[in-house]
């Protein structure tokens, strides 16, 4: 959990103390924090952008607050603007708290690689029961499902399906879209497995039994 005055410090918090931890930014912490954070770990800055910034000299947060807005704005265009602000910590988004879930999921990440079908039926059957506890508890109803899976190289491929109207929150329904999704994907040792209910219908609000 993270606890910040802006969204941009909040997001960056919550990353630090990862899986039980909590982290707050106050005024007094954030610039330090900033400037010695790895560029990786900026929210908003995924892997071809770090590897770029690597290019411009740009390593940590101290050396993205040493460029300029007009240089930032070259090399990335409108984000330039946001990388700007960032390195400051400025994030002037308001917070709107009563917003509707788009999706609720559920992931894992191993601790070492896994491949055989039956290491891999074990952690879906993990990942399943948290989900449903989770879809439970928000009183979620949605039509999509897709699976993320995350390769020992650190590569990343998802896969999706959308129905007509709601699916049926049942284990053995769940399982067996992750597997008929699963099996397009190419058979690699995988670090992280999720699967995540989405596309919400708030107009339904029974499971209704769906043919696969």
């Given at each position: 959990?993270?606890?910040?005055?802006?969204?941009?410090?909040?997001?960056?918090?919550?990353n630090m103390?990862?899986?039980?931890?909590?982290t707050?930014?106050?005024?007094?912490?954030?610039?330090?924090?900033?400037?010695?954070?790895?560029i990786?770990?900026?929210?908003?800055?995924?892997?071809?952008?770090?590897?770029?910034?690597?290019?411009?000299?740009?390593?940590?947060?101290?050396?993205?607050?040493?460029?300029?807005r007009?240089?930032?704005?070259?090399?990335?265009?409108?984000?330039?603007?946001?990388?700007?602000?960032?390195?400051?910590?400025e994030?002037?988004?308001?917070?709107?708290?009563?917003?509707?879930?788009?999706?609720?999921?559920?992931?894992?990440?191993?601790?070492?690689?896994?491949?055989?079908?039956?290491?891999?039926?074990?952690?879906?059957?993990?990942?399943?029961?948290t989900?449903l506890?989770?879809?439970?508890?928000?009183?979620?109803?949605?039509?999509?499902?897709?699976?993320?899976?995350?390769?020992?190289?650190f590569?990343?491929?998802?896969?999706?399906?959308?129905?007509?109207?709601?699916?049926?929150?049942?284990?053995?329904?769940?399982?067996?879209?992750?597997?008929?999704?699963?099996?397009?994907?190419p058979?690699?040792?995988?670090?992280?497995?999720?699967?995540?209910?989405?596309?919400?219908?708030?107009?339904?609000?029974?499971?209704?039994?769906?043919?696969?």
């Amino acid at each position: 959990m993270g606890v910040s005055y802006n969204k941009f410090l909040a997001k960056i918090a919550s990353n630090m103390h990862k899986p039980f931890g909590i982290t707050v930014i106050t005024h007094k912490t954030a610039i330090k924090i900033l400037e010695e954070l790895p560029i990786e770990k900026f929210y908003g800055i995924g892997q071809q952008t770090a590897k770029k910034m690597h290019r411009l000299g740009i390593k940590t947060g101290l050396d993205l607050k040493q460029k300029s807005r007009e240089e930032l704005k070259l090399h990335f265009g409108k984000s330039g603007e946001f990388y700007y602000q960032n390195a400051r910590g400025e994030d002037n988004r308001a917070v709107d708290p009563i917003q509707e879930t788009q999706s609720v999921g559920a992931e894992n990440t191993f601790s070492k690689d896994i491949i055989s079908t039956k290491d891999i039926q074990k952690e879906v059957d993990i990942l399943i029961t948290t989900l449903l506890e989770r879809l439970s508890h928000d009183d979620f109803y949605g039509k999509g499902i897709s699976i993320k899976i995350r390769f020992a190289n650190f590569a990343a491929v998802t896969r999706s399906k959308t129905f007509s109207t709601v699916l049926p929150y049942e284990r053995e329904f769940i399982d067996q879209c992750f597997w008929e999704l699963f099996n397009s994907i190419p058979k690699q040792p995988i670090r992280l497995i999720g699967i995540t209910i989405q596309s919400p219908d708030p107009y339904h609000h029974q499971q209704i039994q769906l043919p696969f």
